[in-house]
């Protein structure tokens, strides 16, 4: 594993107190419950060298680690980049790829093509991101994030600017480990007024360089009714392969 003989860490943050699906990793998408769904896709990358999950609950860290996975029990921390963070200060790696929990419909692929790019290209900060839809601008489920000069400027969840610059965020992010390490003592201004959209921390001091994964239109699961959305998308891609 590794790429460019750097070590690759995967940290899954998960809890269950979600304000707008509570329990939401323990939501089963097709029998399989989904924080387990999102490691079983990270454990299949070429380069990740170990998978983790930060979670302030003992029940999704008993889960998690009964299935052969790491739990890793953090204190609570009000964006998942602080998990992430908690969790990093004591790690021996080189890069940290922190992918949410609620990304089932996440392929494996992209994870290496982020890797690759991210080392190959030596950058603090890569958020992944796709085209916005049609339909999406006035969506407060999904993140615009407004770019400029192939940087991450600003984010947010409704629009107060709209512009050609905008892309959708989704919640995939691969950190150096100093650039990880250092977010909570980051100004945090925006992340708190700015509905808690954590790669805005970065912003001002590093560089966010946004990642098109040219994946088409998915979601991360935020409400109840997406876990259908999803096991439908799940049953149309099989049903093409």
Known sequence: MSFNQKRITAVIPARMSSGRFPGKP??????????????????????????????????????????????????????????????AQNLHTDFVFNIQGDEPLTKSVWLDEMIEYGVTNNIDVLQSSRVLEDGEIDDEDVVKMVVNNNRVMHMQRKCDVICDNIVTQLGLYLYKIDAIRAFPDLDMTFVKYWKGLDTIGFCGKYDVVPFDLKCGKIRAVDRTWHIQEVEWLLQMQKESN
């Open 26 to 87: 323990l939501a089963k998408i097709n029998g399989r419950e989904m924080v387990l769904m999102v490691a079983d896709i990270v454990k299949q990358s070429k380069f990740i060298d170990e998978v983790l999950i930060a979670t302030e609950d003992e029940i999704i860290c008993d889960l998690v680690d009964k299935e052969g996975y790491t739990g890793i029990i953090t204190g609570k921390h009000y964006t998942c980049t602080h998990r992430v963070a908690e969790v």
